[in-house]
């Protein structure tokens, strides 16, 4: 694989019921981001991790938990999914924190929750 | 609060120069990120200005004023495959990224 891969890549989901989105790189960046783009809104930030054991939260981080065990992998849970958490999210990575770092963006996990 | 403001939807003719307007306001700034999304697919990145003035690459040119909060992005020279949502995104002083809702250009022939 080559840069960033996200499982899966799209998925309608019952409410109340527990999913986890996958994603995965390969380039060895240290920080990894989860956002949600929603139409007629700007990519909001979920939660973040700088490098391997450390996560952050974002703007909107409530209803979802991260984890960081390694440093290519960076699954985002939705623990009892709902309707409002219908979005497509993106998963993406950089080198590190520096601002001229770019972010690279994986293709998305269409997912809807009814 | 923070926020970003561009326009929802532009649209150019193939061929032409196009410029796509960006205001932000941001608690502290470290810099302006331009990134094109074509429908369906991930934003891919074009361009970082952290500076005043114009950075040109190719076809497209980001400008900056953080005086005035202000950036655009110029293409030039459209071609059909430019049609796409260009997302302006300002980093803040927690070096996150707070970003517009992106506009829509549409190209015609």
Same mark, same amino acid.
């Given at each position: 694989?080559?840069?960033?891969?996200?499982?899966?890549?799209?998925?309608?989901?019952a409410?109340?019921?527990?999913?986890?989105?996958?994603c995965?790189q390969d380039?060895?960046?240290?920080?990894?981001?989860?956002?949600?783009?929603?139409?007629?809104?700007?990519?909001?930030?979920?939660?973040? =991790?700088?490098?391997?054991?450390?996560?952050?939260?974002g703007?909107?981080?409530?209803?979802?938990?991260? =984890?960081?065990?390694?440093?290519?992998?960076?699954?985002?849970?939705?623990?009892?999914?709902v309707?409002?958490?219908?979005?497509?999210?993106?998963?993406? =990575? =950089?080198?590190?924190?520096?601002?001229s770092?770019?972010?690279?963006?994986?293709?998305g996990?269409?997912?809807?929750?009814? | 609060g923070? /926020?970003?403001? #561009?326009?929802?939807?532009?649209?150019?003719?193939?061929?032409?120069?196009? #410029? *796509? /307007?960006?205001?932000?306001?941001?608690?502290?700034? /470290?810099g302006?990120f331009?990134?094109?999304?074509?429908?369906?697919?991930?934003?891919?990145?074009?361009?970082?200005?952290? +500076?005043?003035?114009?950075?040109?690459?190719?076809r497209?040119?980001?400008?900056l004023?953080?005086?005035?909060?202000?950036?655009?992005l110029?293409l030039?020279?459209? #071609?059909?495959?430019?049609?796409?949502?260009?997302?302006?995104?300002?980093?803040?002083? /927690?070096?996150? +990224? *707070?970003?517009?809702?992106?506009?829509?250009?549409i *190209?015609k022939?």
């Amino acid at each position: 694989i080559a840069g960033i891969t996200q499982a899966p890549t799209s998925q309608i989901l019952a409410a109340g019921r527990r999913m986890t989105l996958r994603c995965t790189q390969d380039m060895r960046h240290n920080a990894m981001y989860w956002y949600r783009q929603d139409l007629g809104l700007g990519l909001r930030l979920i939660h973040y =991790s700088n490098t391997a054991g450390t996560t952050g939260k974002g703007e909107v981080p409530d209803g979802y938990s991260v =984890s960081r065990a390694n440093t290519d992998d960076f699954p985002l849970t939705l623990a009892s999914a709902v309707p409002s958490q219908t979005s497509v999210y993106f998963c993406a =990575s =950089s080198t590190g924190l520096a601002p001229s770092d770019t972010q690279y963006f994986g293709p998305g996990t269409r997912l809807t929750v009814l | 609060g923070q /926020n970003i403001d #561009q326009p929802t939807e532009m649209t150019a003719t193939e061929g032409a120069i196009v #410029q *796509i /307007n960006c205001t932000y306001q941001t608690s502290g700034f /470290n810099g302006l990120f331009w990134y094109q999304q074509h429908a369906g697919e991930a934003p891919t990145f074009l361009s970082y200005n952290v +500076l005043d003035g114009l950075e040109e690459k190719g076809r497209f040119s980001s400008f900056l004023s953080r005086s005035k909060g202000y950036s655009y992005l110029l293409l030039k020279e459209l #071609q059909m495959k430019d049609s796409a949502s260009y997302l302006c995104a300002a980093m803040d002083s /927690n070096y996150q +990224l *707070i970003w517009g809702a992106g506009t829509k250009l549409i *190209i015609k022939p």
